[in-house]
């Protein structure tokens, strides 16, 4: 039996990069990929060799599990170029943290860190001339994990693989972003898998996001399953909202991604003296506010978008738009996210990583 | 733009069978695939050209949106072969409505009925020695449909594979099954993809199912995610209470899905002048039942499994043992099933359908 965690990482190597023929003034997100992806595969209950390869299609057995029951966990994160060419990662660890225990919730093996840390930061040096300085681009990085076992009893697979993946980024959303509150549809259930990655998770809301599209919205603010009363996340962002100068957002649960833009916004809003309030956050109160005016802001937050200003909402056929604010916290905590992320501000709770 | 209803199907034949490697008599079920594959690309708002080809890996991009985000639905079906080696199918078109009821709740498209029912047909014909006749044996049958789209954003791909691939298959369970009745997690939520076969939902069992097979239970009987108080459907079977001597099972709803062998066996039921309620089934009538002695039976409902007689379950610390019942409905059924299937009985509801 290998172990990796003995061995270097085996590294395939090309000379033939695809960097010039990229357009990074029109990057559409997430369907540009860098040079390089790093694969481990876990075969007879243990993680093998790591590799790096050029970026390329693999095969798989049509009867891979990952194709028939969705057994699948993913990641979404970001590199950043400082001033000084410098890559650094915002809290890679609470990511990895993050896959496991949504492996863990799909019975699926766990990633080592090391390993994790040692692969990433490989697959980021050869993939450097991909993240280019300035604020507002980064390298958007997709590790993900995949049951490969061909056979489709309905059943925890023995063989996976851990990919990472990444591709060049600019802002996710462009613009300000309407949102329908579900009154209908449903993201995740008590007891269900809507705190985790799970890739199943992302599929079940295609529909109803392109009904709501279809009326004008471009993302939709997900309630509770057993009431709609309660507002908890919007599929891929966490959800805040200002009321006067008090800020709110739904706790995480067995339902919402405990996300990590979500958390740092939190310590930010602490760390400005801003009051932050971690609570149920109902429909009916949200609609109140924005009648009498103290509803001052929403936006959502997750490492694709950093910060969405949500400018409208739609509940039971009742349109509210949300009048812009001066020295916004959304603008605030963006500002803040990013010269943190770019090495242009104190780092004062070591959220900065520099790979090296 | 090519229009495959106009074409027949290309066809890439091999005259190298693995059939003489196989022992029929020892299938794990999932594991042993025949010789052939069907498979139809959904590119630029079209079905393509259909082809079958020898059943083999498939190469995709890392960044396929199956992988990430669990665009993937799939159905079940088998197929049976009679005494006079003619090949059948049981209520195949309702598999096909099923697979798109399945797709259009992912954003998924629809497949046509008429290259469907010819794949299969042609399929089924190349691999008709992978079906050997007798009762208990048969073919299973997995279509299913993948986004391929090589583009991590979160939306409705716009590029899917179908694929049908076949597997012998002997009864999916042997014995009788005990099972958890469940408290905590859940399968499903209101306004979520329970009645869908969504690739997503089988992965967020398999964690939860773990638990209840550490405690000596095979399966969990899935409750209401709001209040845990009703039972609804085991993940891969549909089930059914008799109380003393009626038949009781859950309504198909957006948490449940709705199986065509469910659906068989409230119509035999009917044919045998036996009493079937489709209604709310709680916790706390199968427990009393179970203490007062007039639950007689439980069983589950699919197509790998067909029937499977459930012999104790477990709730809140509290274990049931279901004493066996002679002339039990689940023989009943199980016999009438299978004869229908291998053409051993009448067909008064026009369930089968020859392959020619």
Not at 1 to 21: A, R, Y
Not at 219 to 234: C, G, K, S
Not at 238 to 260: Q, V, Y
Request: aromatic share 12%; hydrophobic share 40%; charged share 20%.
């Amino acid at each position: 039996m290998t172990n990796p965690l003995n061995k270097e990482i085996d590294i395939i190597t090309s000379n033939n990069s695809k960097l010039k023929n990229v357009d990074f003034d029109n990057l559409t997100f997430g369907r540009t990929f860098t040079d390089y992806m790093f694969v481990c595969d876990y075969i007879d209950g243990e993680w093998q060799q790591p590799k790096i390869m050029p970026y390329q299609a693999m095969t798989f057995e049509p009867s891979a599990r990952v194709f028939h029951y969705g057994q699948a966990v993913f990641e979404g994160m970001k590199a950043y170029k400082d001033e000084n060419d410098n890559v650094i990662l915002f809290r890679p660890e609470d990511n990895l943290k993050r896959i496991n225990i949504s492996a863990a919730r799909l019975a699926m093996p766990e990633f080592p860190k090391d390993i994790f840390m040692n692969g990433l930061s490989t697959l980021l040096k050869l993939d450097k001339d991909w993240i280019k300085s300035g604020v507002g681009n980064s390298l958007y990085i997709r590790p993900f994990i995949i049951a490969t076992e061909p056979a489709i009893s309905a059943s925890p697979a023995n063989s996976y693989r851990f990919i990472i993946i990444c591709s060049p980024a600019k802002a996710y959303y462009t613009g300000k972003v309407r949102v329908l509150f579900a009154q209908k549809y449903s993201r995740s259930a008590d007891g269900g898998v809507g705190f985790a990655k799970a890739a199943g998770n992302y599929a079940a809301q295609f529909y109803p996001t392109s009904l709501a599209q279809a009326k004008g919205y471009q993302q939709i603010i997900w309630t509770d399953a057993n009431t709609h009363e309660f507002l908890e996340e919007a599929g891929t962002m966490n959800i805040f909202f200002r009321i006067n100068n008090t800020l709110i957002t739904a706790p995480t649960s067995d339902r919402i991604l405990d996300g990590i833009t979500r958390r740092s916004i939190i310590q930010l809003a602490k760390d400005n003296n801003i009051n932050i309030e971690v609570r149920r956050v109902s429909v009916i109160e949200i609609k109140e506010a924005a009648k009498n005016g103290s509803l001052k802001e929403i936006f959502g937050a997750g490492t694709a978008a950093v910060i969405s200003p949500i400018s409208a909402f739609e509940h039971a056929d009742e349109v509210f738009e949300i009048p812009d604010t001066e020295n916004s916290y959304a603008s605030l905590f963006k500002n803040q996210l990013l010269n943190i992320q770019h090495n242009l501000s104190d780092d004062r709770h070591g959220w900065r990583f520099e790979v090296k």
